[in-house]
């Protein structure tokens, strides 16, 4: 008899059924609420708030706790999908004030759903609502629109207790260094078989993943790089107590260690004092848009009311040879449309005292 040679193909593993209800979900939320994640965020977060007043209050208990139901269902699976799949680290459900990893906040949920489960099948001992009718009404009304109030207000504001990185008063230099030596865990694989080391294996290992065991003690500004033309001044800036800008202190200067040196007779005689100096302009021919900070322009007056009037001197930039160049893209043209901004509207018409003067290189030949 001759033997029989048979050819076995190893069947790719089958999806994770849980991923793929997650995925499927996630692309057909994302073709429902495509652009409104923002808004959605601010209903979610002030309809946690809101049910939290009504269910304190007993008003309506029962439509109450089974709308927080949902919400608690739709939380639980959403931290432990995270969790078992590692897809984001912190649940941000308190912020920088509370850090939470996702089991501890899988956990959070599991607690509260108990909690849930505890005065839903004890209603009975909760028949006295507090508010009801008229006043009940005015209560919801006003909780609901503190907490939305909150919500829209903190998308353009800093929060009312900031616990941020960049909060007003902490050392930016200090933050952006470990607080204690970082410890990492490497996984290794080799001949199949994988395993964990604190110190870095010889070279008959193969390098799979580094995890930090530590990560609360890294550094907790890690986006912070200040640059000029002679490369990083991260290092310069945050030295010492003051704050040291090239504009200002300027004229003297050769190069960035005599700036830290406060060799310059201006403003450096001012930064030797103690003093902090901040530098800001504006434009103030640009048009709405482009996410700009507006200011309505002020006109300088003489003691008699009428408009202070003078020469100005206007240095126009284009990167491209131009027949006409308006005044109002003077060094913006490189950078936005030629109409996000709008000219100046000329004391006089009269321009007789004009001069234009054309520099056909840079720099002169």
Known sequence: MSPVSRSVTAAPPASHPLRTITRVAWLLLGALFKGIARLLSIILSSLEVILGVALLLRWYLRPTLWILLVLLVFFTFLTFYSAAFNKVTDCGCFGDFIKLTPWTSFAKDLFLLGLWAAVFFNQRFLRHAFVQGTPGIMTMTFASAISIGIGVRALGHLPYFDFLPYKVGNDIGKLMKPSAPLRYKYVMEKNGKTEDFTAYPDSTWTYRSMVTLN???????????????????????????????????????????????????????????????????????????????????????????????????????????????????????????????????????????????????????
């Open 215 to 365: 990560p609360q003690d890294g550094p907790k500004i890690t986006d912070f790089r200040v640059w000029n033309d002679a490369g990083d001044y991260t290092p310069e800036l945050l030295r010492g107590n003051k704050l040291v800008l090239a504009q200002f202190n300027a004229g003297g200067a050769d190069s960035i260690a005599d700036l830290n040196a406060l060799k310059s007779p201006r403003d450096g005689w001012l930064m030797r004092q103690g003093m902090t100096l901040a530098w800001w302009g504006w434009e103030m021919d640009g048009t709405p848009g482009l996410d700009r900070v507006l200011m309505p322009p002020v006109v300088a007056r003489n003691a008699d009311g009428s408009p202070v009037t003078g020469i100005v001197r206007a240095e126009l930039l284009t990167p491209t040879p131009v027949k006409t160049i308006g005044f109002a893209q003077s060094g913006q043209v490189q950078v936005y449309k030629p109409d996000s901004y709008v000219g100046y509207p000329a004391a006089s018409l009269d321009n007789r005292g004009a001069a234009l003067t054309v520099l056909r290189a840079w720099p002169p030949v």
